[in-house]
């Protein structure tokens, strides 16, 4: 068997799942179980993000059978989620309710695939969300009766055996686009910041409920703009509910995004400070403003500057890191400094300052440089 | 109220091997049939309990027998036709034409190298299944004592499985549930492989097919595609197997039973030679016979090739093992 691939109306589907999908979907496995074509994958497991985390689902074509759509295997823990399920009529073979993404089947619509996960996805999370009803606890009926109505929001309970029972919440916070406020946004996603909220299913006749854990979770691209580790939640007042405690957080985040924002501006301002001092950069992040190299020679050593910016500058100062263009080591790589970010700085200087004084420093650093490039350099 | 529990699936050694030598050398996934009967357990005489089986045996309607649990699906027979979706539609809808399931007890599902759990479809074909009211049949020690009392519909589930990982060594591997209308679940059941031998004397009877030859036009149907219709192939096949039984019944006439009395005695000699021919006649048609039922095996093994060739360059493998 020369390579191992997927026939191509699976390929077709599957691309399309992964990179066309806003889902995010990812592959995690893929095998083949095929008898004739061993080389041929035809079945894979999705990772399929679901409440902040992945459920992993088996999905099962036979290649040797194209016009047979494919078979879902879904996670052991739930057995109980049967999705187009069909009802009998009424003293009848006949059965009702059967349309959905699996009745006339076109392994040719590269669509397919897709479509079929999304409507599973959107059963399963119906599935949690009755299953997250049916918990007996007062506290868990009471907040998902207030908190039902939010658009998007997810649920799932986790239950081990040596773990006790509990019910995740995902919350999708702030209603605005971010996408909209950076000015030629590479994101390809809509960004999103979720709020985790992991209630302990309680024990009856407990009186005192315990805080849920709170955890801020954001689309991982939102980083070049935001850190939501930076952000400090509101601590959570014995007796609080999700509906009280949701407006004050929302407000303080969609605060926190616009200074993001405007933000950018400013180490924008910084970048084109750069080029008076260090001639123009050699390269620039356009979009945040987070990355800007500089080069610059000191008698006959050159060498190039990346200098990484915060999210908090100027609060923050950037990293350096200088990077050698004369020397290299045994792998032939150049040799690079480790992250310089010990040097006088204050957030008060105005962007030309703050440049003039990263010379200043540079001056010095640069003859260090040089000699630990000549030690790195000498060595085997 | 057919949602009584199963206590066992009891499967002879041969039907389970030749049921694992199918789903084996089909190409891809397969699902198929399963016939048999279920029956209240037969009290055991090994009991160390004697209450509980003379209760058993006392209870003239197995009702209260089986309502204790004791019921035994027995797999007798099979049909597999060797391929994804055989008597049910994508979304679980049943095909089957209702001539033809008499003692369906149940069905099973083959997936190479998979999970051994039951899956979406596996699902929707069992609830589809259990919930046809035609295909459920009387619990076979009660259709004459309790009339239309218990009955069972098929909800017996046999699924197989290679290992999802590649390894050195050939394992099948099988899990037997029963489908549960009430709670909407798989629950698993034990299977019981019996295999033949004095110890088993007492299951002799169990094992012998009780549903008639299961029907052949089930891959008629469009969606198992590129199915050639050997209809007229078959129909001159059995006008002349029709031919060859007048040939042994014209041989056989020669020599009636009539004649056998002269087997023994003096003159018994003589017919010696005369019983020779005919043997050597008999001998000859056999040969010829399954002559034919070799070529037309071959014939259909080229069939199913041609088929499967036809399948690939649907699927477009030809193009991905070649280039």
Known sequence: ?380 | MDDLPLQKIAISGPTLSSLLQRVSSSPADADGLLFGHVLPLAPSSLSDDPSSASAAADSGSSASASAAGALVATVTSFLCPGCPLSFSDPLGRLLLCHSQHDRLIGWFSSRRRSRLQPSMRDFNVAASLASDPSLSFPIAASASASAGGDGFSPRVFLLFSTPPLDSAIHTHEYRAFQFRTATETFEPRSVDVVNIGPRFRGHYGNFSPNSSFPWLACDLRGSSMMQEDGKGERLSEMRRAAKCQDEIDLIAEDFPAAKLSRLVGPEASNYTAGLEEMYKKMLTRVDTLAGLVEASSAQVLEMEQHNSKLRAEVAGIKRVVDG
């Open chain 1, 1 to 380: 068997m020369a390579s191992d691939c997927f026939p191509p109306f699976i390929a077709a589907q599957l691309n399309y799942l992964v990179h066309q999908s806003t889902l995010g979907v990812k592959v995690e496995n893929v095998w083949s179980g095929s008898k004739s074509y061993p080389g041929v994958l035809d079945r894979f497991t999705l990772l399929i993000p679901y409440c902040l985390d992945y459920i992993k689902w088996d999905v099962l074509y036979n290649a040797e059978f194209p016009l047979c759509p494919p078979d879902v295997i879904f996670a052991p823990e739930d057995e109980h989620f049967h999705p187009f399920r069909l009802r009998s009529r009424e003293g009848g073979n006949e059965m009702e309710g059967a349309k959905n993404s699996l009745s006339d089947w076109n392994h040719k619509d590269p669509t397919r695939l897709c479509a079929l996960i999304q409507e599973l996805r959107d059963e399963y999370t119906n599935y949690q969300r009755r299953r997250a009803g049916e918990v007996d606890d007062d506290r868990l009926t009471f907040e998902i009766s207030t908190i039902l109505s939010r658009e998007g929001i997810e649920m799932h309970i986790s239950s081990g055996l040596d773990k006790p029972q509990e019910v995740k919440f995902a919350v999708p916070l702030v209603d605005m686009n971010i996408n909209k406020m950076v000015h030629g946004c590479p994101w390809r996603h809509l960004q999103k910041i979720h709020l985790q909220v992991v209630y302990p299913v309680g024990k009856k006749y407990v009186s005192a409920a315990s805080a849920p854990r709170l955890k801020l979770v954001s689309t991982p691209e939102l980083k070049a703009l935001f850190s939501v580790d930076d952000v400090k939640l509101p601590s959570w007042v014995d007796g609080m509910c999700m509906a009280e405690y949701l407006p004050h957080l929302e407000e303080s985040l969609q605060g926190q995004i616009m200074e993001a924002v405007a933000l950018i501006d400013i180490r924008r301002h910084f970048i084109e400070a750069l080029a008076p001092v260090f001639g123009r950069p050699v390269e620039a992040d356009p979009v945040f403003c987070r990355k800007a190299t500089v080069l610059i020679a000191s008698g006959v050593f050159t060498f190039l500057v990346h200098l990484f910016i915060p999210t908090q500058f100027p609060r923050q100062q950037p990293a350096l890191m200088l990077q050698s263009s004369q020397h290299f080591n045994s792998q032939g790589a150049p040799i690079k400094s480790s992250l310089l970010t010990d040097y006088p700085w204050s957030p008060r200087w105005d962007a030309s300052q703050m440049v003039e004084r990263i010379l200043e420093f540079l001056v010095d650093e640069s003859l260090n440089f040089k000699r630990y490039c000549n030690e790195a350099q000498l060595q085997p």
